[in-house]
């Protein structure tokens, strides 16, 4: 079955950049996500790179995909103590709208 | 990007007792939706598909009977929790599709004393 595996914790300076790193298994993923939880709210989707795409930016994100090693990354510049949240990445299997999600990086911005 | 409302966000009710959850798709109508459970400091784990107009479709390790899924229109499916015990205490997340995307709904967390 399909995995995503994920970095449990992450800390970084404010002002500094952070880089979310994730790596799934099923090769026909189609859509590639980034989710923020922030504590007892619900997902909040981020951005989302489609398959044929190896980088895709979006103000301070930037999402780079390597398919050929199946590794997804999420890099953050001048990460802000508002981006302290859980980030969940997660692909969506082609034909189908099931979701499977890593378990969750915790980043943690200190001041 | 198209919105999906779940619907209450937090409950507690007393161990015994039934709860239900909607999910609502607002601007789109959604034929799937996903309902998902998330253990505390674990990932979202999904525990079944609701298909308008048929069965759920479950994961493996998912009591159906437990878990009611009701999917009657093309805009809402329901979740209820039956018999609810503390075991059961989680957040519950629905989510449903657009073309390539998946909306998520806001959440419940139930709390069952």
């Known amino acids: 079955g399909e995995d995503v595996e994920q970095s449990l914790f992450l800390s970084v300076r404010e002002g500094d950049s952070s880089v979310i790193n994730c790596t799934y298994t099923?090769?026909?993923?189609?859509?590639l996500y980034w989710y923020k939880q922030e504590p007892g709210a619900g997902l909040q989707l981020l951005t989302y790179?489609?398959?044929?795409?190896d980088m895709k930016q979006d103000q301070r994100l930037t999402v780079l995909l390597n398919k050929k090693d199946k590794h997804l990354s999420l890099r953050i510049a001048d990460t802000q103590t508002g981006d302290s949240a859980i980030y969940f990445c997660?692909?969506?299997?082609?034909?189908?709208?099931?979701?499977?999600f890593g378990i969750g990086t915790k980043l943690q911005v200190i001041p | 990007g198209a919105v999906v409302s779940q619907h209450p966000s937090w409950v507690i009710c007393k161990s015994g007792t039934s709860v239900k959850i909607e999910c609502r798709s607002l601007?789109?109508?959604?034929?799937?939706m996903f309902w998902y459970r998330q253990f505390p400091k674990q990932s979202l784990m999904l525990m079944a598909t609701?298909?308008?107009?048929?069965?759920?479709?479950?994961e493996q390790g998912v009591e159906k009977d437990k878990f009611l899924i009701n999917h009657a229109s093309l805009t809402l499916s329901t979740l209820t929790v039956t018999s609810a015990h503390p075991e059961d205490s989680s957040f519950y997340i629905c989510?449903?599709?657009?073309?390539?995307?998946?909306?998520f709904g806001q959440g419940t967390r139930l709390t069952v004393v």
């Open positions: 989510s449903a599709g657009g073309t390539g995307e998946a909306f």
């Open positions: 099923d090769s026909s993923s189609t859509y």
């Open positions: 790179i489609f398959s044929n795409m």
């Open positions: 997660a692909e969506m299997e082609r034909g189908y709208q099931k979701v499977t």
């Open positions: 601007d789109f109508q959604a034929t799937t």
């Open positions: 609701s298909n308008e107009g048929s069965k759920a479709t479950y």
